[in-house]
């Protein structure tokens, strides 16, 4: 169980270990090329990959996903890849986004991956800063991004496409097919070069560079090696109770971002279960509804809309069978709370809810097989926490970053408490500096950044401890509680520090609200810039009487009006100093295309301040709305 001490040499920081009774974290593969041929060998001709084609779902067993590994890496060894060199992969999630990674990490160099939603100089200044000789991209499209600027990447010998053609004459592009036709006869020619390659791949050897996501300025590239990836992979195994017989997961978030990337790629090794790649995210929910996924990972906004779909599902439902359905959410809701105040709840009504209602919101949203779902990458509000509760599908808040592999903590069976991110993964421990920042330590902790020594000097101590930048507490169970990022910390003009992340959850669970960006920083009060949620125009329209455009509602007075009420609710909450006392509606919502938003949805401050400089300076100078 979790235990909690303070140092005795300084009395200044508060520590936690967690280790739970017969857990341990034993790696027993040198690199995840051996673990992958340890899974081939063990499940043959079981599926492993799953692919949309035509319609209908496509298999690729372990052993054909292994032999595409082998003539992948073929390729790359014929175009001369050495060990420790990068490969870059612009794509979304597909069977061929994996093979590309594996067939890197099996010649013994390093795969980074690209959002799928970064302009053309984006991709430039990664494939330059990692020096790739290999790019792989997913279609015309997105090698359009990368002919667009190749001009100045000097390292760049090849272009391979996933999907389509390749320019008539240009040979720096080829097709898989033709990557995979070269692999082919360069495993002819040099047999045994495939295996002598990754069998001498070892633990320290470095597997992927992850380019954070940049909500702070450019990318930093995050060091991951072999043992980094492996850890936390058997670090998790060790509470999800996993079987790769029963096992279902949907790949859909981003594969360039270190959740997918150890959630559903590494983990997916480990365990051999069947893995189903979405055609893309509006997709998901149709997805999840008729897969049924044992487990699955999310940022807030996936299962706030969840939420949403349900609730406004039961608000339109009418008749004897609307009040059944809203009854039966109410007893949920009973059952969850009394759960969060240790209590069991097992009575005849809740029975009968589950039964009636709940069981069937569960059957309705795909989550009547899930063993375990989790949230992460941002923060989220508790009462999505407590509305998945309340259906029987407990959700647990996951914490850490890049920097880390992916989880410092998280709630999980018999270490959870609704609002906080749980305690440390086996094999890890947390301690909480003087300032309130939360440091790590533990076997997935980076080996620092890419060509960037002055960085890695900040975020990782003498000590190996890993200074994460965010403000936190801990609880006398061990159980962390995120308060804030340490650089988002709000200094009005008064000198009153602000917390603007919880202020923020807030503000967006008001009515129609998108999204909502906290400003007071050197200023004399909070202010904050809402926006219209864009998948629920047509709601709002019908709501305030006004024509569904939102051009027409964000300049609406009517609009304005119930905005404001929703301001004056989350006021109520709040202390003097935290107060929204003016707001401004903007005439768009945030979004990853409009370069607001990072890929795994969190708000970039530092493009928004600079964007809508004109209409926060409006605040203080007499425009906006007074709270």
């Not at 608000?315 to 004897?320: E, I, N, V, Y």
């Amino acid at each position: 169980m979790s235990a909690v001490a303070t140092e005795p040499e300084t009395g200044a920081t508060e520590r936690i270990a967690v280790a739970p009774e017969g857990v341990t974290v034993e790696v027993r593969q040198a690199s995840v090329c051996e673990l992958f041929q340890d899974q081939i060998r063990a499940r043959g001709d079981s599926p492993a990959l799953h692919t949309k084609v035509g319609g209908a779902w496509r298999a690729i067993t372990w052993k054909g996903y292994g032999e595409a590994v082998r003539r992948l890496a073929g390729y790359l060894l014929s175009e001369g890849l050495d060990r420790g060199e990068r490969t870059a992969i612009l794509s979304y999630n597909r069977a061929e986004w994996h093979i590309a990674d594996l067939a890197t990490l099996h010649c013994g160099a390093v795969t980074v991956g690209i959002y799928l939603t970064n302009s053309a100089p984006q991709c430039q200044y990664i494939v330059d800063h990692a020096e790739a000789p290999v790019v792989f991209v997913e279609n015309a499209d997105q090698l359009a991004k990368i002919l667009q600027v190749r001009d100045q990447l000097p390292n760049l010998r090849r272009v391979v496409v996933f999907d389509g053609e390749a320019p008539a004459g240009d040979a720096g592009v080829l097709t898989w097919a033709q990557a995979l036709e070269r692999g082919d006869t360069y495993n002819a020619e040099h047999p045994g070069a495939f295996d002598d390659r990754w069998r001498a791949v070892r633990p320290e050897d470095h597997a992927t560079y992850i380019y954070t996501s940049g909500t702070t300025g450019p990318p930093k590239a995050v060091i991951l090696n072999h043992h980094n990836l492996l850890w936390t992979a058997e670090s998790i195994f060790n509470y999800l109770e996993l079987a790769p017989d029963d096992d279902l997961q949907i790949s859909y978030l981003p594969l360039a971002h270190i959740a997918e990337r150890v959630a559903g790629h590494v983990l997916h090794i480990k365990n051999g279960h069947r893995l189903y790649f979405t055609e893309d995210l509006a997709h998901l929910a149709a997805n999840v509804a008729a897969l049924r996924p044992t487990f699955m990972f999310g940022v807030p906004r996936i299962w706030e809309k969840f939420q949403a779909g349900v609730e406004k599902q039961l608000a339109a439902a009418g008749g004897l069978k609307g009040a059944i359905g809203r009854w039966g959410l109410k007893q949920g809701y009973r059952a969850a709370a009394a759960e969060e105040r240790g209590e069991r709840v097992d009575d005849f009504a809740h029975r009968q809810a589950d039964r009636l209602v709940l069981s069937k919101i569960r059957h309705g949203l795909g989550f009547d097989r899930v063993k375990f779902l989790s949230t992460g990458a941002a923060p989220i509000a508790v009462a999505t926490l407590r509305f998945f509760s309340a259906i029987g599908c407990r959700l647990n808040e996951v914490y850490g970053q890049s920097e880390n592999t992916g989880p410092i903590s998280t709630c999980r069976p018999g270490h959870y408490k609704i609002g906080t991110v749980g305690p440390a993964i086996p094999g890890g421990e947390i301690k909480i500096a003087e300032d309130g920042e939360v440091l790590y330590h533990g076997d997935n902790v980076f080996k620092g950044y890419f060509k960037d020594p002055a960085g890695t000097a900040e975020a990782l101590d003498a000590g190996g401890w890993l200074h994460t930048g965010d403000v936190g507490e801990l609880d006398e169970d061990g159980f962390l509680r995120i308060t804030d990022r340490k650089k988002d910390l709000i200094i009005t003009s008064g000198g009153k520090n602000i917390s603007p992340s919880n202020i923020e959850l807030e503000l967006k669970r008001q009515p129609f609200v998108g999204q909502a960006v906290a400003i007071g920083e050197r200023r004399p009060f909070m202010s904050a810039l809402l926006t219209v949620d864009a998948e629920r125009v047509a709601d709002l329209a019908a709501a305030v009487g006004e024509p569904a455009d939102m051009a027409v509602l964000t300049a609406s007075d009517r609009v304005r009006a119930l905005f404001q009420e929703g301001v004056d609710r989350v006021n109520g909450s709040l202390s003097n100093v935290e107060r929204i006392k003016k707001f401004a509606i903007l005439p768009d919502d945030l979004s990853i295309a409009g370069g607001e938003l990072t890929p795994t949805l969190k708000v970039k401050r530092k493009v928004v301040n600079e964007k809508y400089a004109a209409v926060i300076e409006s605040l203080y100078s007499g425009g906006g709305s007074a709270a």
